[in-house]
């Protein structure tokens, strides 16, 4: 199974899966960035601004989540903000032919929260304008989010504390316990 934390940059999706994977048993934190990352050593790809906007990132992800389930089993926990709703579906899409089941939650805050989180943030700096400039992206593509995944406010929460509250509803789900097994 998958654990897909989306949300907008800076919500806490890494901080957050590095809580929840050890209190899910036999999981393991994913970061699909790290396949944009790759393919930004590839020549001559298109200059489109997110490594997203590249097809073949979108079908790495999935048939890299794929490869990796098949080899070492478990859960996967995936922190990466998807905000376009058709990249979405292709990853979803590819997840469920494969017969992965996916748990999407949406980490979110109010704007002054998620703004003053950004503009504190010490350990990723270089990040802190490319995370404000796509915060209108985050509330445009909310709609469509909150009818795919599960929100999480996470205005009054530390990451621990929603680590717990996504760990209690994956063990809710009839597929979870399946896959502990």
């Known amino acids: 199974m998958i654990i897909w934390l989306n949300g907008t940059f800076g ?6 899966a590095k809580e929840l994977t050890p209190l899910i048993q036999q999981a393991r934190l ?14 001559d790809l298109p200059k489109l601004g997110d490594f997203q906007h590249w097809r073949p990132w979108r079908g ?46 949406v980490l979110h805050t109010d704007q002054r929260t998620l703004t003053h989180r950004i503009e504190i943030d010490t350990v990723e700096t ?3 304008q490319w ?21 999480v406010d996470t205005t009054e929460m530390t990451p621990s504390q929603v680590a717990r509250i996504i760990a209690s509803r994956v063990a809710q789900d009839p597929e979870a316990s399946r896959v502990e097994q």
């Open 126 to 128: 270089g990040a802190r």
């Open 60 to 105: 790495l992800v999935v048939e890299t989540i794929v490869q990796l389930l098949d080899y070492v089993g478990g859960v996967l926990v995936a922190p990466q903000t998807v905000l376009i709703e058709q990249y979405w579906r292709e990853i979803h899409a590819g997840l469920s032919k494969s017969g992965i089941p996916v748990h999407h939650f």
């Open 11 to 16: 919500a806490g999706k890494t901080t957050t």
């Open 131 to 151: 995370r404000l400039d796509h915060l209108a992206d985050y509330r445009g593509a909310l709609p469509w989010l909150t009818r795919e995944a599960e929100l």
């Open 30 to 43: 994913f970061d699909p960035e790290q396949i944009g990352y790759m393919l930004g050593h590839v020549p």
